[in-house]
């Protein structure tokens, strides 16, 4: 339901004055409900024996049923027995009856009816009735409508995973084949090579994974975030300390620019991925024999974590679109370099959970610089 909808209502009863006085309280009341965001008006319908309201019940789908206990023909608890079967959460049934008794109401509760309603009833008593059913209703349909994104997002998930793995497992299983049936030859160099190769592609699938299950337990909320003071400086010389092979490897050298220790209140894990994308991708995006410098400021209740790297930059239409989910910027320079295309998108995710954000300055073939704002009292 939208926030502002209409309900259908039909009223099953043998009397003609009944039948028109409900028809007048409910087709003037909005039913305002401010804790689900929605304001529900009513069209009301009217059906004189139990017989017709069940072929009106097929035919327009209502979602309130105000039935009568007595009526002509079959009685309400007969109609309630013959309702169609599957309506749970999609449409309720209040009993009207001028036999008010605690059996009366326990029958027709254990036959399905959601809430019952003693004649002689006053407009508020009428209205109350309703509008709790309407409640009712409106959070059915959020909940189904929050199960429906979560099966989507679910097969978003899979199949984005599912695409994103098909091609290193094609090429692992290539090589495997030819080592196993030694189809290239006797030079040990080349199946080396293979084996190479094919540790390459684990390792990108491995932080697949890893990035998407970032990914998860951040959009999710289901993970308890521990917020505690941590020393800003001490926790991005240990991320620093983490690539230094890494960049030895590749002679890049990194040096940290923080005066003194910066106190932070913040998740350790959350400030870890933020710390780890940073220093990966200028890492990896940087050219051999470079420079990151990593620098640490405070401004009044934020800080900022600025990474600079010597590498190969982007231009402005790829910097616009770098921080969206399985964004990789592919060209001649960067085609050969594996990622996931979440590092960055999960910076930004984390860094607006402390009311902050990431941007990028850059440059082509002269470098990037990474900046994320951090507000001291993260929500």
Known sequence: MTPMDTLRVLVADDEPGMLRAVDRVLSGFAVHLPDVGAAIRLTVDTADTGESALEKVGATHPHILLLDY????????DVLDRLPSGQEGEMLTIMMTAYASLETAVTATKRGAY?????????????????????????????????????????????VLAHELKAPLAAI??????????????????????IDRSLTR?????????????????????????????????????AIDGFAAEARERHIDIALHADQPL??????????IVLNNLLSNAIKYNRDGGRVDVTLTRDRDHVAIAVADTGIGLAPDEAARLFNDFVRIKNEKTRHIL????????????????????????????????????ADAPG
């Open 115 to 159: 809430d019952f309603l003693a004649k002689p009833f006053t407009p508020d008593e009428l209205k109350n009735t309703v509008r709790k059913a309407a409640a009712r209703l409106v959070l059915a349909a959020q909940a189904r409508r929050l199960a429906a994104e979560k099966r989507q997002v679910r097969f978003q998930f899979i199949s």
């Open 173 to 194: 299983e290539g090589y495997l084949r030819i080592i196993h049936e030694q189809s290239a030859g006797d030079d040990p160099a080349a199946y080396e090579r293979m």
């Open 202 to 238: 684990l390792t990108g699938m491995r932080k697949l994974i890893l990035d998407l299950l970032d990914l998860t337990r951040i959009e999710s909320g289901q993970r308890e975030r521990q917020l505690a003071p941590i020393d800003l400086r001490a926790a991005t010389q240990a």
């Open 263 to 272: 106190s932070f209140t913040a998740d350790t894990l959350e400030l870890e």
């Open 339 to 374: 990622g996931s295309g979440l590092g960055l998108a999960i910076v930004r995710k984390l860094a607006r959970l402390y009311h902050g954000d990431v941007r990028v300055d850059s440059t082509p073939d002269v470098g990037s610089t990474f900046t994320v704002t951090l």
């Open 70 to 77: 007595k009526l002509p023909g079959i009685s309400g608890l």
